[in-house]
């Protein structure tokens, strides 16, 4: 009995000490030669390539946490956010203005074995905050030219801090749903991301997210379809810095119009398909072209012979009162519908705003009835709306008064007939 009772006894001390020794411990028994490890908290995977939100917060919150590593005794915790190292220890306590930080946080030990989590720390604005969204290509600007922010309670911003540098001109502009504040950017930025910083009139600071401010050329709008032998109109940013335009083979140097906003060609005579469409400034960069998915260097251009009636980039919401002209679309007279035959197709290229919620396209007549055999389409993306010229819809055209697309938050960019 005696034995068995030692026997125990020798078992209970071995647990204790595999106990002492587990690996998720941090007890000074490890040693400075072992792999550092942040054992809390745990970090979320990515999702799709994407970083996890390890922090979601309101902006009158710090954002805190208290890192767990080992070996304890032999680990420096480093916190970095965007990119910037902020402090070294375990904890961090730190107030944020809203808007999204990348999170890095290394443990590294005394003789250079490191570690790190990384995720996003998400500060909400409050209620009443001037806060500035993520709409599309607004947040890709120019230095010295003008830009756009979308947001909530843009009204009450006064100026805009961009790169510890005062943005001028600021002008509020109220369109409902689609309010924004434009900007004149600082000419002296340098390339590269910047944080923004909305000031309201008593001088309180408010976080508005990133800009990127670049010198290269990007084509942002116009550069996917055109009709051969006609004009060719691409909007962006940078575009005086444009040499030269690549498409289907045939090198274009000559330019009807060029700005810093605007580049303007006459597309060559081909046959109806697909051709690439690259280009070259005159510091021998490659022009980028905008897409939702990134920017890119060659752009597919679909070449149609469709006769085009109207070509640009029309909002269109019944939010805005009567006499503003982006209550509908009516850009084209009823003299042109009456060169029209019955059977042709009218094909109306739009896209939407991402600012809006909600986007819906009707086809009218000047008195706002519905076009004959023509229904109303709600839409999440960009696409083509066909409308059959019966005899009855050019009658109607006629009689009341003209052509309308009305609806709510879509861009006309294109109105052409075959």
Wanted: proline share 3%.
């Amino acid at each position: 009995m005696k034995k068995i009772y030692s026997i125990l006894l020798m078992m209970l001390a071995l647990s204790f000490g595999l106990i002492a020794c587990t690996e998720e411990t941090p007890f000074s028994t490890a040693t400075e030669n072992d792999d550092p490890r942040i054992l809390d908290p745990l970090f979320p995977d990515r999702v799709n390539g994407e970083l996890p939100v390890v922090s979601n917060i309101s902006r009158d919150a710090n954002f805190s946490m208290t890192l767990t590593v080992t070996p304890a005794d032999y680990t420096t915790v480093t916190w970095f956010i965007d990119g910037e190292e902020i402090q070294t220890g375990k904890e961090i306590d730190l107030a944020l203005k809203a808007g999204t930080y990348h999170l890095k946080v290394t443990a590294t030990t005394n003789i250079g074995k490191s570690t790190y989590r990384e995720g996003l720390i998400q500060v909400n604005p409050l209620a009443d905050d001037p806060w500035a969204t993520e709409v599309a290509f607004e947040r890709i600007i120019a230095a010295g030219e003008k830009a756009q922010l979308y947001g909530d309670n843009l009204n009450k911003v006064k100026s805009i801090v961009i790169g510890g540098k005062t943005a001028t001109d600021v002008v509020y502009t109220d369109n409902g749903a689609n309010s924004y504040i434009e900007y004149t950017v600082p000419a002296d930025l340098t390339d590269g991301t910047y944080r923004i910083i909305l000031v309201d009139d008593g001088g309180n600071e408010y976080g508005g997210n990133k800009v990127t401010v670049t010198h290269d050329a990007l084509i942002t709008a116009g550069s996917e379809r055109i009709t051969a032998n006609s004009e060719w109109v691409m909007t962006g940013i940078n575009l005086n810095q444009i040499a030269s335009f690549t498409f289907a083979g045939q090198t274009i140097t000559s330019f009807t119009r060029q700005s810093a906003t605007e580049i303007a060609f006459t597309c060559p005579s081909l046959e109806d398909g697909e051709y690439a469409l690259t280009g070259k400034t005159t510091s021998g960069k490659e022009v980028m072209f905008y897409t939702s998915e990134g920017n890119i260097a060659e752009q597919t251009v679909v070449v149609s012979s469709e006769r085009v009636l109207w070509e640009g980039h029309h909002y269109v919401s019944w939010d805005l009162p009567d006499d503003d002209p982006n209550k509908t679309f009516n850009l084209i007279g009823k003299d042109v519908f009456a060169t029209l035959k019955a059977g042709a197709v009218l094909n109306i290229h739009y896209s939407v705003n991402p600012a809006d919620v909600y986007h819906q396209l009707r086809t009218a007549t000047g008195w706002w009835n519905d076009l004959p055999g023509t229904s109303v389409i709600e839409f999440q993306k960009d696409g083509v709306k066909q409308v059959q010229l019966t005899q009855e819809v050019l009658d109607k055209i006629q009689t009341e008064d003209g052509f309308l697309c009305i609806g709510h938050g879509y861009y006309v960019d294109r109105i052409s007939v075959q």
